[in-house]
């Protein structure tokens, strides 16, 4: 075993404090280069070698983007005498360790590509790695390569492809059983796991085996893909850190599928998530727009995902109706991001206290995507934001005012003390789960409500609320409609006005509990304050395990 994969094992095991299996991790989340955004799986050796040789001439080598991977599409379809995968010579005439060195002498890194099921996804005769797979990690070091992007097609049979339900497709062991092929040879190789977060607790067992692992279904060339793998990755700030990181898929900006306004978000959001940076699109000038390429190189955005402390930003407000969302989280050198996400497609004014969101008494802003310094912010802020814009501000110097966020006022358990109607019904959980109340109500259907009667407040007036919710409903099947992962509840205040929230997916299964916080407004000073979660639509809305008030 290499000495830096010891070494590396140990800090991984540090920071994930789980150990299945030794790996190579990254220490930042991986950029590269991927075929299947727009080749899809007819990737050629030409192609291959012409965006790797544009990832360095355009500059993108320099700016971290090394790891070229071939998806789908490039063996053949007969593994030879000793059971090898073989390259598709008529698309790659030499493949193998000729490429490798062809892509290695750019100074670039060497990305391999197959699945843990019986055929490769994309295809109906490639095969995959099931049963070969000491022998297929074997092939991939004796070829120089440098990761494995690693499938999960064709998990029962040679019949159906993408299967979201089998045990065999939520199971954890055919990439276990890989990390461990991986392990054994004699070449560091990081492994880019690709389930989709089929099954449960994806984040838990993928970050202790992978140094990347792929937490939704595949992103698709519309907007509304950026709103479902947004909603997904909310809870997986708990397992990714420094080596492990969840990935959100390939980009696509570039393909001209999103205004430049929608790429910059989306480059956005995957960046201070700090998902893996994976260009999709065809690095060749009369096939993917300057301006385009430029917000794949814009280093200040790239350095927020590239930071050391690794720490992924996480959804710290939500306004449903009004249709934007904020995000926050740590970067090094005691620095802050903010993410202002405006998901409506109109421009709107939003207002943002660094006090009461952030603790913070002031700070020096820079605007990323504006590339300007703002000064020393303070207090209330009014941002302006362009229709789909994700406006990124990065606080420096920050003088922190502890007493400025709201403090815990009270927390109200649903499954006890609340008057449920229609459908909604008390569930119970497991043993330490649906934190922290041990119960949730469920099935709140429209027409269905969880009134708490008795709710106090010390002042009238808007509160925030932390709402304690279970929303697994992710959307794979779904994904390529309109799977949101999302569920919605309306939540009113002493008979007001019934407001909409969309709560996303909560955590790794449905007894694992999600908080959002939501500001509501009119209560009353008292203690007899009347909120009511009611289902909204036509479906139901997530579980309700209770909620804490704010003042
Ligand atoms: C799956 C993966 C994609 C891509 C395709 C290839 O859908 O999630 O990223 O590799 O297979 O067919």
């Known amino acids: 075993m290499p000495s830096s994969r010891s070494a590396f094992y140990a800090a991984a095991v540090v920071v994930t404090q789980v150990a299945v299996a030794a790996n190579v991790r990254t220490t930042t989340p991986h950029m590269g280069w991927n075929s299947y955004n727009y080749y899809s799986c007819n990737p050629t050796e030409e192609i291959i070698k ?11 080598a320099d700016l971290g983007y090394k790891h070229v991977t071939t998806d789908c599409g490039w063996m053949s379809r007969d593994r030879d005498s000793e059971g090898r995968l073989q390259f598709n010579t008529t698309l790659f005439p030499s493949g193998g360790v000729a490429l490798g060195e062809f892509i290695h002498g750019l100074g670039l890194k060497y990305g391999f590509y197959s699945g843990g099921g019986y055929l490769q996804c994309g295809s109906t005769d490639l095969p995959a790695s099931l049963g070969y797979e000491e022998i297929d990690a074997q092939s991939f070091a004796d070829w ?8 999960n097609c064709y998990p029962t049979d040679k019949v159906l492809m993408a299967d979201y339900d089998s045990a065999e497709a939520a199971s954890p ?82 393909l001209n599928a999103l205004s430049l306004e929608e790429e910059r978000f989306h480059f956005g959001m995957w960046a201070i998530n ?25 280093a200040e955005v790239i350095a927020l995902n ?13 306004f449903t109706e009004e249709e934007y969302d904020i995000w926050a989280g740590n970067l090094s050198n005691s620095r802050l991001v903010i993410g202002i996400a405006n998901w409506r497609n109109a421009s709107q004014t ?90 949730k109500v469920g099935d709140i259907y429209p027409g269905s409500a969880v009134t708490f009667g008795s709710v106090s407040a010390a002042t009238a007036g808007t509160k925030l609320l932390g709402v304690d919710f279970i929303n697994y409903e992710i959307a794979l099947a779904t994904a390529w409609d309109w799977g949101s992962n999302t569920r919605n509840l309306t939540v009113s205040v002493n008979g007001g006005a019934a407001k909409r929230w969309a709560f996303p997916i909560s955590g790794g299964d449905w007894s694992d509990t999600g908080r959002l916080e939501i500001e509501v407004d009119g209560f009353e000073a008292g203690s007899q304050n009347e909120v009511v979660f009611a289902g909204f639509g036509s479906n139901p809305g997530p579980d309700l395990v209770g909620f804490e008030v704010f003042e």
């Open 50 to 60: 012409a965006n790797a040789q544009a990832l360095v001439d355009l500059g993108f």
């Open 274 to 298: 700090k998902s893996p940076l994976g260009i999709g699109a065809p690095l060749e000038p009369s096939l993917a727009p300057q301006d385009s390429l430029n917000i794949l190189g814009n």
């Open 306 to 318: 590239q930071d050391p402390l690794g720490e992924p930003a996480r959804l710290v407000r939500r």
């Open 144 to 151: 120089g390569g440098d990761s494995l992007k690693y499938d």
């Open 350 to 439: 939003v207002a943002l206290d660094l006090g009461s969101l952030l603790g913070v008494a002031s700070a020096s802003a820079r605007d990323v995507w504006a590339a300007a310094d703002l000064g020393t912010l303070s207090g209330a802020q009014t941002l302006q934001l362009a229709g789909h814009e994700l406006k990124l501000l990065v606080l420096s110097n920050v003088v922190s005012s502890s007493d400025s966020k709201p403090q815990a006022a009270g927390y109200y358990t649903a499954a006890s003390g609340a008057t449920l109607s229609g459908q909604a019904a008390v569930a119970g959980c497991g043993a330490n789960t649906c934190l922290p109340a041990g119960q």
């Open 173 to 254: 062991a055919r990439f276990q059983t890989m990390a461990a092929a991986l392990d054994a040879v004699d070449r560091d190789i990081n492994y880019f796991i690709c389930q989709w977060g089929v099954g449960t607790n994806v984040g838990a067992w993928a970050s202790a085996i992978g140094t990347s692992w792929r937490m939704s279904n595949d992103i698709y060339n519309a907007w509304r893909s950026i709103w479902r793998i947004t909603n997904q990755v909310v809870p997986y700030y708990k397992y990714t850190t420094v080596g492990a990181y969840a990935d959100m898929d390939m980009l696509i900006v570039g």
